[in-house]
C-alpha cells in the first residue's frame, strides 16, 4: 500500500484530479498547505478505494490523462 | 404579465437555479479556494463543479474556464489581454459596444487600429469581407455568435477557419449565442465569452471567460488568487491568473446549474423552440402595415439567425412603443440595444427597434397575445 500525495499550485487543478479519480473509484481530500518560497499550495491526500488501497501507478495514469503529472501541477 | 426581453436577461429562471442559488448562499459560506477549513473546501468543490458544467457545455477544459462579471468583463480580457503595441483588431459591422468600446480603447491606448468586416445572409460574403479585413498586424478577429439586435448569425466555425489559416486568435462574443447555437471550443474558437444570466440561465451578475489554451492573455486586473501568493506577479495559471478576488460564489454555482439545465434540455431543443415562437410572431405580425419586420424569421430563414427579432411600430418611436407595451403587461426593450453599429446597419439608428426575445420558458399563447397587442396600435 503506498501513500500518495501530490501537491499543486492550482485549487482546480486540484479538484480536476480530485473529480477524475473519483469517478475511478479512488478517494481523495484536498488540503491547503504553504510551500516554502511560493506561498499558497494545495496538496491532493489520496486515501485510496473503498478498501483503502492506493496503487500509485493507477492513480499516476489516470492522472497523465488529463495532463497533471504526479510531481507539482 | 409577458415578459419577451430575454436577450437582456432571462426570466424566469428555472426552479433549480433559483435553489442552488439559496442553497449556496446558506450551505457555501466560507471564502473558496482560500481557507484551509472544511467549508471553504466544500464551497471549493461545489465551485468546481459549476466551473466542470460550464466547460462541459462548450467542450472546454475546466482550468480554462474563467468565471466573470459578466459577458462585458470577460470581453475586455480577451481584446486587452490580447492588445500589444501597433496592434490591429478586426470586428464584425454587427458588434455590441461591449465589443467595439474595448477594441476602440485598446486600439488608442497602443496606437493600433480596427477594421471593420460585413456580416450578411451570405456567409461567403462575409468570409471574403472578414479576410479582407486582416493585415499582418492583425492580432484577434473579435466577433457576436449572434447579433443582440436582429440576430443575425455570423458563419463562426468558418470565420474560426480564415483564423486558423491566419494564425491569429478568434475572440467569441456569445452573449447571444450560448446556451442556444451550437458553440464548442473544438470548432476553432480560441475565447468564448459568455454571459452567464441569458442562455444559459444563471443569474446576473455572473459571465465566463473560455480560453483554448493555445493564445496567451496578459492580466488587466491583479490581486490576490489565494495561489502562489508570495509572488508579486499574477499566477502563469488559469483560472487563477484571471479570477483575482473573491468571486460571486453563489452565483457561479447557481450558474453551474443553469449550465447543467441547459446540457438536460440541450442546446439545439431550445433552440428549435424559440425559433418557433419567433416563426409564430413574425407569421403574425407579417401583413400588418403598420409594422416593419427587420428580420423576418421564416423556415428558410431559421437557419440564419438566433431567436431574435427586430421590429417597428410606424409612427411610434421604440421607446414610446416599449412604454406603451409595458403598460399593456409585455416586457421588451426598444432603442439601440448598445449596438449602435447594428442599428447603423439596419438604418434604425434614428428610431431604435423594438425587441421580442423569447426563453424555454416563452409560449406561443404569449406571442399571439402579443401580436393581438399590437393590432391595437394601428
Known amino acids: 500500500m503506498n501513500n500518495v500525495n501530490i501537491l499543486f499550485k492550482s485549487f482546480t487543478a486540484a479538484q480536476k484530479a480530485r473529480s477524475v479519480l473519483a469517478a475511478h473509484g479512488i478517494n481523495s ?45 | 404579465m409577458v415578459y419577451l426581453d430575454n436577450a437582456a436577461t432571462t426570466y424566469p429562471k428555472p426552479r433549480r437555479v433559483y435553489n442552488a442559488w439559496q442553497n449556496a448562499m446558506s450551505a457555501y459560506g466560507a471564502n473558496p479556494g482560500r481557507s484551509g477549513h472544511r467549508l471553504a473546501a466544500v464551497t471549493g468543490e461545489a465551485v468546481y463543479q459549476s466551473r466542470a458544467s460550464c466547460a462541459e457545455l462548450f467542450g472546454a477544459d475546466p482550468e480554462n474556464t474563467i468565471f466573470t462579471l459578466n ?41 493600433g487600429s480596427y477594421t471593420l468586416f460585413e456580416v450578411s445572409e451570405d456567409a461567403e460574403k462575409t468570409l471574403r469581407s472578414a479576410e479582407r479585413a486582416i493585415n499582418r498586424d492583425t492580432c484577434a478577429l473579435v466577433c457576436t455568435a449572434a447579433s443582440n439586435v436582429f440576430g443575425l448569425r455570423p458563419p463562426i466555425r468558418e470565420l474560426a477557419a480564415l483564423c486558423r489559416r491566419r494564425g491569429i486568435p478568434f475572440v467569441v462574443d456569445a452573449a447571444q449565442g450560448a446556451g442556444v447555437l451550437p458553440l464548442k471550443m473544438a470548432d476553432g474558437i480560441s475565447f468564448l465569452c459568455a ?38 506577479r499574477m499566477p502563469e495559471f ?13 452565483g457561479v454555482i447557481a450558474l453551474g446549474e443553469g449550465a447543467r439545465f441547459v446540457t438536460e434540455k440541450k442546446p439545439e431543443v431550445i433552440l428549435a423552440h424559440e425559433l418557433a415562437i419567433c416563426r409564430r410572431f413574425c407569421a403574425g405580425v407579417r401583413g400588418m402595415p403598420h409594422i416593419t419586420l427587420y428580420n423576418d424569421i421564416t423556415e428558410e430563414k ?14 411610434i418611436s421604440s421607446a ?25 446597419k439596419l438604418g434604425t439608428l434614428e428610431s431604435g427597434t423594438l425587441r421580442f426575445s423569447p426563453s424555454v420558458f416563452t409560449s406561443g399563447a404569449e406571442a399571439d397575445a402579443l401580436v393581438n397587442a399590437l393590432r391595437g396600435f394601428k
Open chain 1, 29 to 73: 481530500i484536498i488540503e491547503r498547505t504553504h510551500t516554502k518560497g511560493e506561498g499558497c499550495s494545495f496538496i491532493l491526500h489520496i486515501t485510496g478505494n473503498r478498501r483503502g488501497e492506493v496503487n500509485r501507478d493507477e492513480v499516476c495514469a489516470l492522472l497523465a490523462g488529463i495532463g497533471i503529472s504526479c510531481g507539482l501541477s
Open chain 2, 71 to 111: 459577458c462585458t468583463h470577460a470581453l475586455n480580457y480577451a481584446i486587452k489581454g490580447l492588445a500589444r503595441r501597433g496592434c490591429h483588431f478586426v470586428a464584425s459591422d454587427i458588434e455590441h459596444n461591449a465589443v467595439i468600446r474595448p477594441i476602440h480603447a485598446a486600439a488608442e491606448r497602443c496606437g
Open chain 2, 195 to 232: 454571459a452567464g444570466h441569458k442562455g444559459l440561465y444563471g443569474p446576473m451578475g455572473t459571465g465566463l471567460l473560455l480560453s483554448d489554451g493555445k493564445f496567451p492573455l496578459a492580466t488587466i486586473i491583479e490581486g490576490g488568487t489565494g495561489s502562489v501568493s508570495e509572488s508579486l
Open chain 2, 238 to 250: 488559469t483560472p487563477d491568473r484571471f479570477e483575482s478576488g473573491t468571486i460571486n460564489t453563489a
Open chain 2, 302 to 315: 431559421s437557419g440564419l439567425y438566433a431567436p431574435v427579432v427586430a421590429f417597428g411600430i410606424k409612427g
Open chain 2, 320 to 344: 414610446e412603443a416599449s412604454a406603451k407595451l409595458s403598460d399593456r403587461g409585455f416586457y421588451m426593450r426598444g432603442g439601440l440595444h448598445c449596438a449602435p453599429l447594428a442599428h447603423r
